[in-house]
């Protein structure tokens, strides 16, 4: 299994609230992705980043942020929560531009 | 824009039966496209993927698909379904822009599997 790991794996919050989750690989892979889950959505990409500190949006990269200081860790902030952000993120890491993701266990996020 | 369409939400089977999933895809281009795969509360794992040339690929635990052009269809079969292939199941296509692949995934088709 590739070496994915998100935390919080679960978290409550209150909207208003910042709230940061992040990604860390141990694989060196290049490319890294923040996806969101929802029923009858399938999962949408919210960012991605191709290399340190290079990151680009996606298509709901609406009260997202990203950042990518180091080639293992991938942060996505909420910098201010909504309901609407109530959702299961995943992320996801490939070691080529040829679209095979590997996906972490995906951390879900309630907003109250 | 790329966009992906499964339209079954939930499909039944029984263990040792044949199963096709199906997706139909809209892109500009010729695409790259996959199945993956997401069992309860887990990530999503690639089973198989279509880049070019032969249009039957084979992929992991007994899948294949086919890519139809002139359908702009990518179906995924198995012929014998085992209980353990009870999941959710995802088509997507690949868009490769300048800096990286972007999957527009479909909504989904859940498999049941009846004993």
């Known amino acids: 299994d590739a070496g994915i790991t998100q935390s919080p794996r679960h978290k409550v919050t209150e909207t208003g609230t910042p709230v940061t989750l992040r990604c860390h690989q141990t694989?060196?892979?290049?490319?890294m992705y923040w996806y969101r889950q929802d029923p009858g959505h399938g999962l949408r990409l919210i960012h991605y980043s191709y290399g340190v500190k290079d990151t680009d949006k996606g298509e709901v990269s609406d009260g997202y942020s990203v950042s990518r200081s180091k080639t293992e860790d991938f942060l996505l902030t909420l910098e201010s929560a909504t309901s609407s952000q109530t959702s299961v993120y995943f992320c996801a890491i490939s070691e080529y531009n040829t679209g095979e993701l590997f996906f972490g266990e995906g951390s879900r996020l309630t907003v109250l | 824009a790329q966009s992906v369409t499964q339209p079954d939400i939930h499909i039944t089977v029984s263990e040792g039966a044949s199963l096709e999933l199906r997706c139909n895809y809209s892109y500009g281009a010729t695409p790259y496209l996959f199945w993956y795969v997401q069992s309860p509360g887990q990530g999503l794992q690639l089973l198989l993927k279509y880049f070019s040339g032969d249009t039957l690929v084979q992929g992991i635990k007994g899948f294949e698909a086919e890519f139809k052009r002139s359908q702009s269809s990518f179906n995924l079969r198995k012929p014998s379904v085992h209980w353990s292939d009870a999941a959710e199941y995802f088509c997507?296509?690949?868009?490769?822009?300048?800096?990286?692949?972007?999957?527009?995934f479909g909504t989904g088709t859940r498999l049941q599997v009846t004993l």
């Open positions: 694989e060196n892979h290049r490319y």
């Open positions: 997507a296509v690949g868009a490769r822009t300048g800096t990286a692949s972007k999957l527009t």
